[in-house]
């Protein structure tokens, strides 16, 4: 079955402190990856999305994620958070060719100042 | 460019009644798709529509059925309500074609609650 999961269903971390989500997937066969993000009281955003070539994709606000086929993974890396990035992060996944995005659960990140 | 919007932001209905919501989709895309966010979780994929045409279908019931318009723009309806149907529903509009829809854009969501 396709699936989507998230390591992390909650986490808190201090404002500079580095970040890694972790986001595995199964699906049999050519995917594009995705992070959205959802800040309190707005609608989902797109940070990045990887379809092909380099594995490592740089996003906005200064996140990036890394592809690693082998390990059917997409982690969401940025080295300092700021306060603003407090919010829910999603990782999804969409067959190549496909039409329909599978979330995972989600990961709510608090960043304290 | 206009983004993705939707009508309307919160309802309120009671078990047994019928809902619809509306999705104005972003300029220039011509596929809509609707996810079901229960409490908690992430996106549930309930059906894209493309020109007009139902194109993919999630393990949602009969219930839940669609519309696509000329512009574009879309209706998801529910009938026959259930408890477990109170969540936040998102449409996302992309350009794409019947076997593959490119970056999907999600309008704010509309927040049903079903008493």
């Known amino acids: 079955a396709q699936s989507v999961s998230q390591h992390n269903h909650h986490v808190i971390l201090s404002e500079a402190a580095s970040l890694e989500l972790g986001c595995n997937y199964s699906?049999?066969?050519?995917?594009?990856l995705f992070w959205y993000v959802q800040y309190p009281g707005q609608h989902l955003q797109l940070l990045l999305k990887y379809f092909s070539g380099d594995p490592l994709v740089k996003g906005i606000k200064g996140f990036e994620a890394e592809f690693i086929k082998s390990k059917f993974s997409f982690n969401l890396r940025k080295p300092s958070v700021q306060w603003s990035d407090t919010a829910e992060y999603f990782c999804a996944v969409m067959g190549r060719p496909g039409n329909k995005l599978i979330f995972g659960a989600g990961t709510r990140l608090a960043v304290h100042p | 460019e206009t983004g993705v919007t939707q009508s309307p932001t919160h309802l309120i209905k009671t078990r047994g009644q019928q809902v619809t919501l509306r999705c104005s989709s972003q300029?220039?895309?011509?596929?809509v798709s609707w996810y079901q966010q229960a409490l908690g979780q992430g996106p549930q994929f309930i059906f894209q529509?493309?020109?007009?045409?139902?194109?993919g279908r999630g393990n949602f019931p009969p219930r839940f059925s669609g519309l696509q318009f000329p512009n574009y723009s879309s209706e998801l309806n529910v009938n026959a309500l259930e408890l477990d149907d109170s969540a936040l529903y998102l449409c996302?509009?992309?350009?794409?074609?019947?076997?593959?829809?490119?970056?999907?854009?999600f309008g704010p969501g509309t927040r049903l609650t079903v008493l």
């Open positions: 529509y493309y020109r007009e045409e139902e194109n």
């Open positions: 996302a509009s992309s350009l794409g074609t019947s076997q593959h829809s490119n970056e999907q854009f």
């Open positions: 699906y049999g066969g050519t995917v594009n």
């Open positions: 300029s220039g895309h011509n596929t």
